[in-house]
């Protein structure tokens, strides 16, 4: 080969510049597709040099040829390609015209064997657009090929003769045959046994085959093609074919492969006369055997692309390598099956592996009445060898019958089985080898007695082909291998550290999950060593999600357990989940150490805080994270400058949290400072511009003199009336600052008048308290900030709610537009929580989720409506209270209501992987 080395060559030509310039192009096109094979061009000397320096930097190498009169150097090229693989039959070839188009997945065309034919255009002349040099090629085939195309090419030059007694070359075909399956055609025939039921166009769907997939992928809510398809005994690998040439060309992510054998209705006597075996047994390879049993059952494999199932942390049962679907074509009758066609399939699938016959340790055969010499033989061409250990041959047939369609995905589930548990079974039903099978040639022996079959020490994959041929002629086979073994280091290095879990349980009915509540309390024993993580990942994403539900949040197995001995009865989710509005709390809610456990074990959270401390640390000189997260600086948080911002970081890093977790509001609604984020939340404020109003009102407020603010226990009304009574016709009122509720009232003013107030309500019997607020925010006392905070609200670009409803606090109502009179209002004017409350109840919102350091709005909603019996109101996190442990209850209350979390974005940051658990309960109904 003059130096080729590799197993797979991409060829092309030029026989001038122009053509050169082509592969150059063609050359960059194969690149961006991602090839891993070589590619090398045979030119015409008549390629200027300085062409041919530029085509020999692109392409991995160059061989020039002279032209050759009265032909064309399409065809010359094919016979140096010829010349050049003279005594290579491991080398690979795929010869492209250079006018082709690479495409994305251009590397299975080494699969292709033969010639491809195109229309060259204008003159209706065709030529060989792919030439294949295959390892199944017969001696003498290769040279064949090569001069059809060659002589096809050139038929007018007569350079070889009269070319018309060549025999024709067809284009390859892949052909799927769709037909009725026999366990199908059973239901049908029962069906439409019944009165009038040809006639019913319904029942014609519920008894043909095509609709069944259909069927299926309407009942799981699939958005993917279906396809339903026939070959007999083959169809189930056929199947799997089908379904891995959807994944490989990218058609779909994820593939159900199902095979389905039902006997339903006996068949007529005579028809299976002499076919059937009377002790219901199959005895493959049996020197006796001339019957079968037959079997019945239904088989699923859920297949993936391995990189996907690598980076999901699926479980790998196995990996399929290749398969092979051949037709008979031309033999003694339709269906009947032939050692060379056989033979064929098998090794057109271990080329596609890309492995040799001695890698393969196992072959499950299919198993027939007349057909096993026939099958062996082909095992024995396809896998014989002097140099391999002897080849294990078992038939799952001889342990469960024959279950015809379904016989394929049985062979592959008994093989994964017998790799995962390191035992290949024992071939059942044999007192004495067929005389016309010779296991000897091959060297191969039969699993008489159950074989161990352990992982290689030497690092090799355990291999195993599967072979399944119908009767239609369509022969399959498959090679599969054991999962990998090497566990890959995931390639973000962040992840979430809380010891918290939060485990979801759902059924169907409460019955049905107190037995999968049972099942989990064993798993949770502390002798069975099961993560916590891993089972809190699995449940989350692994199983559906069903109505009847439960959660339990716990950090260890043993208060898992205690306190699934102590759960309520379950929660059946309604049939429309409850509207969401997200509560952002305002000034007092701070206090040092708040969402400290959030930051330290959350990613989103952190890079979130970290991302505003940043920000302030650049623009205004602050250390945020300092005063909240480090003990001696606490006392900071007494200031308006650092408990304002403080407030926001949190509510902003609980937003940016719950929205990573798909909990999404349909409206937001705040209070006084709480509207920054809530702002943020609707999609009206960008959340740097936000930032900086935060940050830079609390500078300006904080300069301001000391002043205070006191909680009235009485509705607006009253608390008028009595400051009228205390000052009398005194002009220095206090502000009402908030509304809270029908018996709350917040006013603000300076200290003075704050303690005269306090004064004469506690000798009114009224309840008041101080709030731990440094200055009289909504009140005239704000005044002095005004023109400074223009300045900033000015350069602000107020935007449209785009992501949900804004329930304004100083409008009381949804409102669609804010401007910078809006935010100066919001720090001058009072709260109107209560009739903000009012308004969310015409809205029909009745789930309340509180995104701030501390639930101190949630009790003022439950008053405020309390007149609506479905309404709810749940923390972010709590003061004094593991910030986990109340985050995920409340994950768990939105859960059992109904509203949706997005586990996957749940589990980003999460190390968890895919263990095996107790599976969903179903109560079984004999019908």
């Known amino acids: 080969m003059g130096g080729l080395n590799g197993l797979g060559w991409w060829v092309s030509y030029a026989s001038d510049d122009f053509e050169a310039w082509k592969c150059i192009g063609l050359a960059r096109a194969l690149r961006r597709t991602l090839t891993t094979r070589p590619f090398m061009v045979i030119a015409s000397n008549q390629v200027r040099r300085e062409i041919s320096f530029l085509l020999q930097d692109e392409v991995d190498k160059v061989y020039f040829s002279k032209p050759v009169e009265n032909l064309s150097f399409r065809s010359l090229a094919k016979l140096k390609l010829q010349q050049l693989m003279a005594g290579e039959r491991q080398q690979r070839f795929v010869l492209l015209d250079c006018n082709c188009l690479p495409i994305k997945n251009c590397d299975d065309l080494f699969r292709l064997n033969g010639v491809q034919w195109s229309e060259l255009g204008e003159t209706g002349e065709e030529f060989a657009a792919i030439v294949a040099n295959s390892t199944l090629m017969r001696d003498g085939d290769l040279d064949t090929v090569m001069r059809l195309v060659v002589g096809r090419e050139t038929l007018k030059s007569g350079l070889y003769g009269n070319e018309t007694t060549e025999p024709a070359l067809n284009e390859i075909n892949y052909c799927f045959e769709l037909d009725m399956k026999r366990s199908w055609n059973d239901y049908r025939d029962i069906m439409q046994k019944a009165e009038g039921s040809e006639k019913d166009l319904c029942n014609n769907m519920r008894t043909e085959l095509g609709p069944l997939t259909a069927k299926i992928s309407y009942f799981l809510e699939l958005i993917g093609p279906s396809y339903s398809t026939e070959s007999g005994c083959s169809t189930s690998i056929e199947g799997v074919d089908m379904a891995c040439d959807k994944l490989r060309n990218e058609a779909c992510d994820l593939a159900i492969v199902l095979g389905a054998n039902l006997l339903l209705d006996p068949f007529t006597p005579g028809i299976v006369e002499g076919s059937l075996a009377p002790n219901g047994r199959c005895e493959t390879v049996d020197a006796s055997t001339d019957e079968i049993g037959r079997a019945e059952g239904v088989g699923v494999l859920i297949l993936k692309r391995l990189s996907d199932a690598?980076?999901?942390?699926?479980?790998?049962?196995?990996?399929?390598?290749?398969?092979?679907?051949?037709?008979?074509?031309?033999?003694?009758?339709?269906?009947?099956?032939?050692?060379?066609?056989?033979?064929?399939?098998?090794?057109?699938?271990?080329?596609?592996?890309?492995?040799?016959?001695?890698?393969?340790?196992?072959?499950?055969?299919?198993?027939?009445?007349?057909?096993?010499?026939?099958?062996?033989?082909?095992?024995?061409?396809?896998?014989?060898?002097?140099?391999?250990?002897?080849?294990?041959?078992?038939?799952?047939?001889?342990?469960?019958?024959?279950?015809?369609s379904v016989s394929g995905i049985a062979g592959i589930q008994k093989t994964l089985l017998s790799m995962h548990h390191n035992l290949i079974p024992r071939h059942l039903h044999i007192t004495k080898l067929n005389p016309e099978i010779d296991l000897t040639a091959i060297p191969a022996e039969l699993s008489m007695q159950a074989i161990p079959w352990e992982r290689k020490m030497c690092g090799k994959?355990?291999?195993?082909?599967?072979?399944?041929?119908?009767?239609?002629g369509a022969q399959a086979h498959l090679i599969l291998e054991e999962p990998p073994q090497t566990k890959l280091s995931p390639v973000i290095t962040l992840a979430d550290s809380r010891q918290h879990r939060i485990l979801t349980f759902s059924a169907k009915t409460e019955t049905a999950l107190q037995a999968q509540l049972n099942l989990y309390k064993d798993l949770l024993e502390p002798s069975k060593n099961v993560s916590l993580e891993d089972m809190e990942y699995t449940m989350?994403?692994?199983?559906?999600?069903?109505?009847?539900?439960?959660?339990?949040?716990?950090?260890?197995?043993?208060?898992?357990?205690?306190?699934?001995?102590?759960?309520?009865?379950?929660?059946?989710?309604?049939?429309?989940?409850?509207?969401?509005?997200f509560l952002f709390t305002g000034q007092g809610s701070q206090y040092g150490g708040m969402a400290k456990s959030l930051y330290f074990e959350s990613v989103v959270f952190r890079s979130t805080f970290d991302w505003c401390d940043s920000v302030l640390s650049l623009e205004y000189g602050l250390n945020i994270k300092r005063a909240i997260?480090?003990?001696?600086?606490?006392?900071?948080?007494?200031?308006?400058?650092?408990s304002q911002i403080g407030i926001f970081c949190v509510e902003f890093g609980l937003l940016r949290l719950w929205e990573s977790w798909g909990v999404i509001p349909e409206a937001v609604m705040g209070h006084?400072?709480?509207?920054?984020?809530?702002?943020?939340?609707?999609?009206?404020?960008?959340?740097?511009?936000?930032?900086?109003?935060?940050?830079?009102?609390?500078?300006?407020?904080?300069?301001?003199?000391?002043?205070?603010?006191?909680?009235?226990?009485?509705d607006l009304g009253t608390c008028k009336m009595e400051m009228s009574r205390a000052f009398g016709n005194s002009n220095q009122y206090l502000d009402i600052a908030a509304v809270n509720s029908q018996q709350q009232t917040v006013v603000s003013g300076s200290h003075k008048m704050i303690n005269e107030f306090k004064i004469f309500c506690e000798n009114n019997g009224i309840t008041t308290l101080v709030l731990d607020s440094s200055h009289a925010f909504h009140s005239k006392l704000m005044d002095p900030i005004e023109r400074d905070y223009d300045a900033l609200l000015s350069s602000?670009?107020?935007?449209?709610?785009?992501?949900?409803?804004?329930?304004?606090?100083?409008?009381?109502?949804?409102?669609?537009?804010?401007?910078?009179?809006y935010w100066w209002?919001?720090?001058?004017?009072?709260?109107?929580?209560?009739?903000?409350?009012?308004?969310?109840?015409?809205?029909?919102?009745?789930?309340?989720?509180?995104?701030?350091?501390?639930?101190?709005?949630?009790?003022?909603?439950?008053?405020?409506?309390?007149?609506?019996?479905?309404?709810?109101?749940?923390?972010?996190?709590?003061?004094?209270?593991?910030?986990?442990?109340?985050?995920?209850?409340?994950?768990?209350?939105?859960?059992?209501?109904?509203?949706?979390?997005?586990?996957?974005?749940?589990?980003?940051?999460?190390?968890?992987?895919?263990?095996?658990v107790p599976g969903n309960h179903f109560e079984e109904t004999r019908h």
């Open 310 to 404: 690598v980076s999901n942390g699926d479980r790998i049962w196995g990996v399929i390598r290749s398969s092979a679907v051949v037709g008979e074509g031309k033999s003694r009758t339709m269906g009947t099956s032939t050692a060379n066609v056989e033979t064929n399939a098998m090794q057109l699938a271990l080329e596609r592996a890309w492995i040799h016959p001695d890698d393969v340790d196992f072959v499950e055969p299919h198993g027939t009445i007349f057909g096993d010499p026939i099958e062996l033989a082909a095992i024995s061409k396809a896998y014989s060898s002097p140099c391999r250990d002897k080849l294990i041959i078992g038939s799952a047939e001889t342990n469960i019958g024959h279950t015809e």
């Open 461 to 472: 994959p355990r291999i195993a082909g599967i072979n399944s041929f119908g009767i239609t």
């Open 540 to 581: 989350h994403t692994s199983r559906t999600h069903f109505p009847v539900r439960q959660v339990v949040v716990g950090s260890t197995n043993e208060n898992i357990i205690s306190s699934l001995e102590s759960l309520q009865k379950p929660k059946q989710i309604p049939g429309t989940p409850p509207r969401l509005c």
């Open 629 to 642: 997260l480090e003990d001696e600086f606490a006392h900071l948080l007494s200031s308006t400058l650092y």
């Open 672 to 714: 006084s400072l709480g509207e920054f984020v809530a702002a943020v939340a609707a999609g009206m404020l960008k959340p740097l511009d936000a930032l900086k109003m935060v940050a830079t009102r609390s500078k300006l407020i904080n300069v301001l003199p000391s002043s205070g603010m006191l909680v009235v226990a009485r």
């Open 796 to 821: 602000v670009k107020f935007r449209k709610p785009s992501k949900c409803k804004f329930i304004s606090g100083v409008e009381g109502r949804i409102i669609s537009e804010v401007d910078k009179n």
């Open 825 to 916: 209002r919001h720090t001058r004017e009072k709260v109107c929580f209560l009739q903000a409350c009012k308004s969310a109840g015409r809205e029909g919102l009745t789930m309340f989720l509180e995104i701030g350091p501390h639930p101190v709005l949630s009790a003022f909603v439950l008053k405020n409506l309390h007149e609506i019996s479905e309404i709810s109101a749940i923390p972010s996190i709590r003061r004094k209270s593991n910030d986990w442990e109340t985050m995920l209850s409340s994950v768990g209350k939105l859960y059992t209501c109904g509203i949706s979390i997005n586990w996957n974005n749940f589990h980003r940051y999460s190390s968890g992987k895919i263990i095996e």
